[in-house]
């Protein structure tokens, strides 16, 4: 069965170090996102992106954050410069590929860990 | 902006008991609606999805959600729960379309012998 993967699964940096972390998505999706899991709150959605694209931003995806598909394969969430509140788990999903209906189901890769000392 | 409501931080029950984890969602003219697992140390694993068409949905793990739009709810319930279980429920929901999902603050689902 077809699955997102994400690398590192763990991925520990120094605060004002750039970071970033990889995803590859189920092959025939065209939309792409990243979220975020803050240890003990909920998932927090930061960016989708389509065609190249960021299609939505939160007001957490600021000028430090940046997205790319630099490949066919891989989709990457860049932080120019960590700070000691960008830890957390970080989520990549991709939808969008087998039918109409296939646009709103979100398939989830297991997520980076990101430790900012 | 949507926003979902997980009242329930967790939820306490004995193994073969039955379960509902509540979710409530802030108005919509038309909302999908889904149940995400995530056992511990791993990702989100969809569990079921409102879409359209019969307010009653089944999922995986024999999980079943309601939806209701006059109460603007989507609760998950299992007849009877098992140890393995034991996890956190996130509801999540998103405008039609490829949309962002918003998350509730999710639920410990913790299941005893």
């Known amino acids: 069965e077809p699955e997102v993967t994400q690398t590192p699964s763990h991925q520990v940096t120094q605060m004002g170090q750039e970071v970033i972390l990889r995803c590859v998505p189920i092959?025939?999706?065209?939309?792409f996102y990243w979220y975020r899991q803050i240890l003990g709150q909920k998932v927090e959605f930061l960016v989708s992106?389509?065609?190249?694209?960021?299609?939505?931003k939160s007001e957490i995806f600021d000028d430090q954050f940046s997205v790319e598909r630099p490949d066919g394969s891989n989709f990457t969430l860049k932080i120019r410069s960590t700070k000691l509140e960008d830890s957390a788990m970080y989520f990549c999903?991709?939808?969008?590929?087998?039918?109409?209906?296939?646009?709103?189901?979100?398939?989830f890769g297991p997520g980076t860990r990101l430790t900012v000392l | 902006a949507q926003s979902v409501t997980q009242l329930d931080s967790q939820v306490p029950v004995f193994e073969e008991a039955p379960v509902e984890l509540r979710c409530n969602y802030s108005?919509?003219?038309?909302?999908?609606l889904f149940w995400y697992v995530q056992y511990p140390n791993q990702g989100l694993q969809l569990l079921l999805k409102y879409l359209s068409g019969s307010t009653l949905v089944k999922g995986i793990n024999g999980f079943e959600a309601e939806f209701n739009k006059s109460q603007t709810s989507f609760h998950l319930r299992k007849p009877s729960v098992h140890i393995s279980d034991t996890a956190e429920y996130f509801c999540a929901v998103s405008d039609k379309g490829f949309q962002k999902l918003v998350f509730g603050t999710g639920t410990r689902l913790l299941v005893s012998p």
């Open positions: 108005s919509s003219v038309s909302v999908y």
């Open positions: 999903a991709s939808s969008g590929g087998g039918g109409a209906a296939s646009y709103n189901e979100q398939f």
């Open positions: 092959s025939n999706h065209l939309y």
């Open positions: 992106f389509y065609n190249n694209e960021i299609s939505e």
